[in-house]
């Protein structure tokens, strides 16, 4: 509450000949404490009670108690979801301090401010995929009368150099915003050495430490190893890809995520030969259907698979930029083994939580100790009640980037702003950006299945051919689209599913939708916009149940 016109609330003695900056940091202790409802009335004029409290000490002692600290917030770690949290608390006013480090890879690649997403995960892996699309673009404008005689080819080096430059202009951008906001950037591994206190140690060893009164982690996670001879002496990992400084040439992507599939892609996309080494499924996690026609259409377009085999042993025979590597696999499901000879191997096989060596034991926050991943409750918060965490870190949550800005964004604002918002889990959409790509929102048919019964549910799908597939002759009947929707409840959709040109900008629109309750007869009640690939959506009258032939014959 504000004093009455022409006074001003001020305390006594301590306040008197302080500096503007002592002033000014009083001022935001005071504001802090008043944010959070721990004091509420500074002006003795108006309530005799306030002067109570400060003469008893007890405002005082509020006021030391935050004071105690460092900083109001400090973040460990300098991805996209500690940086949303750190720029919004600063924006309320709180005093950060954000630590970033990153630990070299085995290859020795390391990089800037910004996290896995901005320099080694969705940015540089959008834009090289970009880079094979517009390979295909131009094989398909010869078909629309475009004519060109020199022989088109593709610089590896030129794409990373530019690549690289706009990586570079985003990381300076993280730092100038960081700055403009007041927020400390220490660019020094972050580890816990006792309740509320982090060291953090620089390039060259030198240690220092700071405290906090509350802590968000947010390290992120890094490429795993096989633990076999020769794989962190001579693979790379898309920690790796993106800047390599010559063209891989023949490439063994070991594994089936998103990361492996989307990597192999644009590699091939790009006119690389490629083989993918699979030890089980497609895509785990992610709709085994759609997972397959994933995979069938990057076989279909030159890329080889090698199911049921997991590598034992990587031996280099020459050494070079790139060099020959042998690699001897094992059967999945009996005694054979195969060699083979590439220039690079890219594992893409999981990745691990930076959780087990920042201190954590040390105060006492509990991790999952086979996944490494912390477990919190539904506000971000651990077991110990002054640090939280956000990310890909957490135990059971989408580890995805708009999740994790998402997220770090409202942690702060329930810390430092009383409000109560807190991050939807649920209906995230995603893309996987293989060749032909694949957008989701909502359950697999797997998962539905298995949380409301397959009688309880009605699939409608269709496939469909882009306009732009036509003249140029390619694969009549590959992209395909499918809604699952919940028969009980008003025939919900609860999965979305496209495999088809521009997935994401397509997926994007419908997890809108999806939020606001969609159903099959807003879907049917919706005018499309023809001709769009989105529009099909809007006409789906064949369900799987009725086993009825989904092809397309126009468009």
């Known amino acids: 509450m504000s004093s009455p016109p022409g006074r001003r609330a001020r305390l006594s003695s301590p306040g008197a000949g302080r500096s503007s900056a002592a002033r000014e940091a009083l001022r935001r202790r005071l504001l802090g404490l008043i944010e959070g409802n721990r004091v509420m009335i500074f002006s003795k004029s108006y309530c005799p009670h306030s002067t109570r409290a400060h003469q008893s000490g007890l405002l005082q002692k509020l006021l030391q108690e935050d004071s105690a600290y460092d900083y109001d917030l400090i973040v460990i770690g300098g991805g996209s979801g500690g940086l949303a949290c750190a720029q919004e608390a600063a924006i309320l006013g709180k005093k950060v301090m954000v630590l970033d480090f990153v630990v070299p890879s085995p290859q020795g690649t390391s990089w800037g401010l910004g996290g896995t997403c901005v320099n080694v995960g969705c940015i540089p892996k959008k834009l090289m995929h970009q880079a094979a699309l517009l390979g295909q673009a131009l094989r398909d404008a010869r078909k629309f009368g475009w004519e060109y005689s020199q022989q088109v080819k593709h610089t590896w080096e030129t794409m990373t150099e530019a690549i690289q430059n706009h990586i570079g202009s985003l ?81 063994l992507v070991v594994g089936a995520s998103y990361v492996a599939l989307e990597c192999a892609g644009f590699l091939a996309g790009i006119g690389l030969d490629v083989t993918i ?23 279909q377009h030159g890329v080889k698979f090698l199911r049921k085999f997991v590598p034992v042993l990587v031996q280099q025979l020459e050494k070079g930029s790139p060099g020959k590597l042998k690699v001897v696999a094992k059967s999945t499901e009996g005694p054979e083994t195969i060699e083979e000879i590439y220039n690079t191997v890219l594992l893409a096989i999981g990745r691990d939580s930076c959780t087990r060596k920042i201190g954590l034991e040390k105060i006492g926050v509990k991790i999952n100790e086979k996944s490494g991943k912390i477990p919190v409750n539904d506000v971000e918060q651990t077991n110990v009640p002054y640090v939280y965490a956000v990310g890909d870190i957490l135990e059971g949550k989408l580890e995805l980037t708009p999740v994790a800005i998402q997220a770090g964004k409202l942690l702060a604002r329930r810390l430092f702003a009383g409000r109560l918002e807190k991050c939807d889990y649920v209906n995230v959409p995603t893309t996987v950006f293989t060749p032909l790509e694949y957008g989701c929102c909502g359950l697999s048919e797997e998962k539905a299945i298995e949380m409301y019964k397959k009688e309880n549910l009605e699939v409608y799908h269709t496939l469909f051919w882009p306009l732009e597939w036509t003249v140029a002759g390619r694969d009549n009947n590959t992209c395909y689209a499918k809604i699952i929707c919940n028969k009980l409840d008003n025939y919900r ?7 088809g040109p521009n997935a994401g900008e397509v997926t994007q629109g419908f997890a809108a939708a999806m939020k606001c309750g969609l159903t099959k007869q807003l879907l049917d009640d919706t005018i499309g916009i023809h001709p769009t690939c989105g529009e099909v959506f809007t006409t789906l009258e064949i369900t799987k149940s009725s086993g009825l032939d989904i092809t397309q014959k126009g468009c």
């Not at 390039?203 to 795993?224: H, S």
């Open 171 to 251: 990381n300076w951008g993280y730092r100038l915003s960081l700055r403009e906001k007041a927020v400390a950037y220490v660019n020094s591994y972050g580890e816990f050495v006792e309740h509320h206190k982090i060291k953090a140690t620089n390039r060259k060893g030198q240690e220092t430490c700071y405290t906090a009164a509350k802590f968000v982690l947010a390290t992120g996670q890094r490429p795993r190893y096989l633990g076999i001879q020769g794989d962190k002496e001579y693979c790379i990992t898309s920690d790796d890809l993106f800047s390599l400084p010559y063209c891989p040439g023949k490439t």
């Open 277 to 299: 080494m699979v030890r089980s499924i497609l895509l785990r996690g992610f709709d085994q259907e759609m997972a397959e026609k994933v995979g069938s259409y990057m076989e």
């Open 493 to 499: 959709v609860i999965g979305f599913h496209v495999l």
